[in-house]
């Protein structure tokens, strides 16, 4: 059976932690940010858990068979 290719997408977007939790940026922080609040500029700026089964998914995505 061949090898498991990882999805360079998701690579790319998420993170694994070395305790096996997932990380993603947040959305709407590239650009226009003239017109949002400090408020959404500074919540929009860290990274946020991928929780659940989702969580399950990407990491399926990104290490097939490797480290999970």
Known sequence: ?????????????????????????????????????GKRRRTVRGVALVVGGLAKTMKQLIAPAGRR
């Open 1 to 37: 059976m061949p090898k498991l290719k990882t999805k360079k997408s998701v690579s790319k977007r998420m993170k694994i932690t070395k305790t096996g939790k997932v990380l993603r940026r947040k959305p709407f922080g590239r650009h226009y940010k003239a017109h949002k609040s």
